[in-house]
């Protein structure tokens, strides 16, 4: 495996598909492999490099796939391994690679390690491959006090005995002991088999939190940090004290994982899902001994603000330049609103989204992509009786139903072409998607579709390799400079100049003035 700067992970754009809302194949509203196949002609048109797939493994479905009962099959209702490998086969031929999601914090309460492991006694080696420990108050209470990223504590008690199992998200999902060397083991083998069938990369999920502090010990949440967690999303809570993630150990995993991973010719490499304190934290798992990439959740989380963007764009260089490593950039994904919901929604919400994206692709480093955005779409605010996100069940906080809508590939009613079926997918789709969906946004030269392939062309042209980056931020301005090419964000609420330069692309109209929430590209005469 090589390392050369012409390694095609280094400049890649990269398209997340969310298995059961891409593209359904069977007409049972959910989904599936052989509709992801049917539909990669479209990917390679948009120009991207790469697509990332969510778990398509044998699942009970407690959490859409990232509770894996067997990490080397793929569960019937997506398909079957003959399908995975077509869709290697025909990615490949397309000159697209294909990365595939790797869920090694915990497994399915279903998985037969942790069945053995609910009949076997306490002590045993059996329930030593999870965190199995005993209450306390007599068996009555947690072992500790942390809470579950779903909500609610992260242990479930065992029957009436004093034994409880830690599950850092839904009941469902045990938490693995990654000092056991049978976990090691399986995780060596779960790479192998899909590096061996051609799989070109893992999306490694909860990448921060396969170690634990070996003392299990409560964790210290002043009241100020309590009162925060009531209101802050899933994703974003801010601890100062957390015994439960992005401990040194894990470390240690991914410099094993980087050594399986060299043995396969074609560049193959690891992405880690870590959300982190700092930039520093972040590049620290992409040393050049440990895996390739880390999701840059510090760029997702940024305000619509030239300086706190031009903060994060200069952290997270610098953080990269002092381990050798590649940044990415990434605005959206499964678990978290969509950007131009976030961005304030409508026709504002979207401009922005736009710019961003804009912003994104001129950027050193590989960009990540979520599917729809290309459409433009917004979350979509799901009735309670259609949502199916675990956390939902457990916190009652806003779902992340609204962004895993199935996405609307033609006609003026629900399914939008998603399947052959004629009925509602798996979560309902809006009755008003008809204008975004990709058949007719394909006919319009202004359509955020068109908008995103002449950007992902303008990237593979103009900024791929265009250099080191300047950052200014001169109050809503935020402007970069990339040896010949400038970009210029407008954060504010009046035009801004526009610099001398020759204009390759705009996110929206432009005259001689950059207009607010809009960003544009430039090539120095």
């Not at 959910?30 to 778990?55: E, K, Q």
């Not at 779903?150 to 850092?168: I, K, M, N, S």
């Not at 045990?174 to 790479?191: I, K, R």
């Not at 042209?461 to 970009?487: I, N, Y």
Request: charged share 25%; aromatic share 10%; net charge negative.
């Amino acid at each position: 495996m090589t390392s050369s700067a012409s390694a095609w992970w280094r400049h890649a754009v990269v398209y997340q598909v969310y298995v059961r809302s891409f593209a359904d194949s069977d007409g049972d509203g959910i989904g599936d492999l052989p509709g992801i196949t049917d539909r990669l002609p479209y990917l390679r048109d948009l120009g991207v490099d790469a697509v990332w797939i969510t778990p398509f493994y044998t699942s009970p479905q407690r959490d859409h796939g990232y509770d894996v009962a067997d990490y080397c099959d793929v569960d019937p209702l997506f398909g079957t391994l003959d399908d995975a490998d077509t869709l290697l086969a025909r990615a490949h031929e397309l000159g697209l690679r294909v990365i595939v999601d790797l869920v090694p914090n915990h497994t399915s309460s279903e998985h037969p390690w942790f069945r053995e492991a609910l009949a076997a006694e306490p002590g045993s080696d059996a329930r030593a491959r999870y965190l199995f420990r005993t209450g306390r108050a007599g068996g009555d209470e947690p072992p500790n006090n942390w809470r579950s990223v779903f909500g609610g504590p992260a242990w479930t008690r065992v029957g009436d005995t004093d034994q409880w199992y830690l599950h850092l998200f839904d009941t469902t999902q045990p938490d693995l002991d990654w000092t056991h060397p049978d976990v090691v083991a399986l995780f060596d083998d779960v790479l192998r088999f899909w590096l061996e069938r051609g799989a070109d990369g893992f999306r490694v999920d909860v990448a921060h939190g396969m170690v634990k502090e070996a003392q299990l010990r409560d964790q210290v949440v002043t009241a100020a940090e309590r009162a925060a967690a009531e209101t802050t999303e899933m994703l974003d809570v801010p601890y100062a004290d957390e015994p439960m993630w992005d401990q040194p150990g894990v470390h240690e995993i991914y410099r094993r994982w980087h050594r399986i991973l060299s043995e396969y010719d074609g560049d193959r490499i690891g992405v880690a899902e870590a959300w982190t304190r700092s930039a520093a934290a972040t590049a620290s798992y992409v040393r050049g001994d440990e895996l390739h990439q880390a999701f840059n959740f510090h760029w997702l989380l940024a305000g619509w603000s030239a300086a706190e963007l031009g903060r994060v764009v200069e952290e997270t260089l610098t953080a990269h330049a002092e381990v050798n490593g590649v940044p990415t950039w990434v605005l959206s994904n499964h678990d978290v609103p969509r950007h131009a919901t976030r961005y304030g929604g409508g026709a504002v919400g979207l401009a922005r989204a736009r710019a961003a994206t804009l912003v994104s692709l001129a950027l050193p480093g590989s960009a990540y992509l979520y599917q729809g955005e290309e459409l433009g779409l917004e979350d979509v605010e799901v009735a309670p009786e259609h949502r199916q996100d675990p956390s939902w069940f457990r916190t009652g906080k806003l779902s992340r139903d609204g962004c895993r809508v199935p996405i609307p590939w033609s006609g003026d009613r629900p399914p939008y072409g998603f399947g052959p079926g004629s009925g509602q997918p798996w979560i309902p789709q809006p009755d008003d998607w008809g204008a975004l969906s990709v058949a007719a946004q394909q006919a319009d030269p202004d359509s955020t579709l068109a908008f995103y392939r002449r950007a992902l062309a303008a990237r593979r042209k103009h900024a791929a390799d265009a250099g080191e980056v300047v950052v200014e931020v001169d109050a809503d301005a935020l402007t970069l400079s990339r040896g010949e090419l400038t970009v210029v964000l407008n954060c504010g609420t009046t035009p801004v100049p526009m610099p001398a330069g020759e204009l390759l692309i705009a996110s929206a109209p432009v005259d001689n003035t950059v207009p607010p929430d809009t960003a544009v590209w430039l090539r120095s005469r």
